[in-house]
C-alpha cells in the first residue's frame, strides 16, 4: 500500500505561509493532481511530499511510515520535474541506467528493467541516443522512463508537460493517463491547468492562498464547487453568478432571479444574502417571452458551439448554445435553467450551500461510488 497522508501540514518562510494546516488523503493507486494558480502552495506541498523541503509543524506518512523529515533518498519516491532534469553527458539509456546503478542491481536486472521501461514509452529506438538531440517530448519520456525504471512506491511531477506546445501536451495527457492505468501506481501531479487536471485526474485537489479549498473528483469538482474561487477557476467559460433576490432560508426550493421564479435543489441552511451559480451549457436560451429576458451583448466562436454573452435585469450571464443555432448582436431572447444543474452559495462566505444533491454526492465520495 503507497497511501499518502498529510496531518496539518504547515510550511512558513519567514513571514509568509506557504502550506496552511493543510489535511489529505491521497489513496493508494490514485492519480491525484494539486490545481491552483501560481504562488498557491501547490509545488511547496509536492516538495514536503520529496523530502526536498521539510514542514514547519505537521506530519507526512507514506505507506503507514512517518517520513516528515526523512531525505529524499530515504523516501521510496521519483520526481519527474519540469525542465527534465537528465544528465546532458549520459545518452537515453545512461540516463535510465542511473538510478539502478546507485542501488546496486546487477546487470541483467538493469536491462530488463530499461529494456521494459522503453517498451512502455515506446523509446526503444532512441536508448542509444544522446539527449541534447531529442526532441522536447522525447525528452519528457526519457524523463518519465528514469522514474519509472526505479519502481517506486509513488511518482511525484511538477509540472511536467509545461514547456511543452499545446499539441503535444494533449498527447503526453493521454500518454500519461494510459502509463497510468497500467502501472497502477499512487501519483501527485501539479498543474495549474485546469484541463489537464481534468483530463488526467481521479482526485483533483484545488489550492489557493496555502488552503486546500476542496478535494474531490473531477466531476465533483466541476459540478459542485465548494466555494465561487473553485467555481470561477474550473471551467471554460467559469460558472455564472447571479445574485438572489431576498433572503434564502433552510427548506427553500425556488429563488427570486429580478423577479422571476427559479426552482433550486431544496437548501438544507440558511443564508440570507446568496448567489445562484449555474455553468453556461446549462442556461438555456429561448424565445422572448418564456423566461428570463435577456438581450445578446457579445458572440465568441467556437467550433462546436457559441458562447454569447447575455445582459439581463438580474446581471450578465454566458450561454453555450449549438453551431447550429448562431445568435446575433442585438437579439432579444429569454432564458432558463436546467435547474437540477443549479448550485447556491453564501454571499458573505461565498462557501456552497448545502442542499440533498450535494449531500448525496459527498455519501457517495465516502462510499467509493464515484
Not at 61 to 83: C, S
Not at 152 to 181: I, N, S, W
Not at 193 to 219: K, S, T
Not at 268 to 279: D, H, I, M, P, S
Amino acid at each position: 500500500m503507497a497511501e499518502i497522508r498529510i496531518e496539518k501540514l504547515h510550511k512558513r518562510f519567514s513571514d509568509f505561509v506557504a502550506v496552511r494546516d493543510s489535511t489529505l488523503t491521497l489513496e493508494d493507486g490514485k492519480f491525484v493532481v494539486l490545481l491552483g494558480p501560481s504562488g498557491c502552495g501547490k509545488t511547496t506541498t509536492l516538495r514536503m511530499l520529496a523530502g526536498l523541503e521539510f514542514p514547519t509543524s505537521g506530519s507526512i506518512t507514506l505507506a503507514g511510515q512517518d517520513v516528515t523529515y526523512l531525505r529524499p533518498r530515504e523516501r521510496d519516491i521519483a520526481m519527474v520535474f519540469q525542465l527534465f532534469a537528465l544528465y546532458p553527458h549520459l545518452g537515453v539509456r545512461g540516463n535510465l541506467e542511473f538510478p539502478l546503478r546507485n542501488e546496486g542491481l546487477k546487470r541483467a536486472e538493469i536491462d530488463r528493467r530499461v529494456a521494459d521501461v522503453a517498451a512502455i514509452l515506446r523509446i526503444e529506438h532512441l536508448l542509444g541516443a544522446r539527449v541534447g538531440g531529442l526532441s522536447g517530448g522525447d525528452r519528457q519520456r526519457v524523463a518519465l522512463g528514469r522514474a519509472i525504471v526505479r519502481q517506486p512506491q509513488a511518482f511525484l511531477m511538477d509540472e511536467p508537460l509545461g514547456t511543452l506546445d499545446a499539441e503535444f501536451r494533449e498527447l503526453m495527457c493521454v500518454e500519461l493517463r494510459k502509463l497510468h492505468e497500467r502501472l497502477r501506481t499512487t501519483t501527485v501531479f501539479v498543474t495549474h491547468d485546469q484541463n489537464e487536471a481534468m483530463a488526467l485526474a481521479d482526485h483533483i485537489v484545488v489550492m489557493n492562498q496555502g488552503e486546500i479549498l476542496q478535494a474531490d473528483e473531477p466531476g465533483g469538482i466541476y459540478n459542485f464547487p465548494s466555494c465561487m474561487f473553485v467555481a470561477r477557476f474550473i471551467g471554460r467559460p467559469p460558472m455564472n453568478f447571479v445574485p438572489i433576490s431576498g433572503a434564502v432560508r433552510a427548506g427553500d426550493d425556488a429563488v427570486s432571479l429580478a423577479g422571476l421564479p427559479v426552482t433550486v435543489p431544496r437548501i438544507e441552511q440558511g443564508a440570507g444574502a446568496a448567489v445562484l451559480g449555474v455553468r453556461p451549457e446549462h442556461v438555456q436560451v429561448a424565445a422572448p417571452g418564456e423566461g428570463l429576458a435577456a438581450e445578446v451583448r457579445h458572440v465568441e466562436y467556437f467550433g462546436s458551439h457559441w458562447i454569447a454573452e447575455l445582459a439581463t435585469a438580474a446581471g450578465t450571464l454566458k450561454a453555450l448554445i449549438d453551431k447550429s443555432q448562431r445568435p446575433a448582436l442585438g437579439d432579444r431572447v429569454a432564458i432558463g435553467f436546467n435547474t437540477a444543474r443549479i448550485v447556491l452559495f453564501d454571499a458573505g462566505t461565498e462557501q456552497l450551500l448545502a442542499s440533498a444533491t450535494t449531500r448525496h454526492h459527498r455519501e457517495a465520495l465516502r462510499h467509493g461510488q464515484h
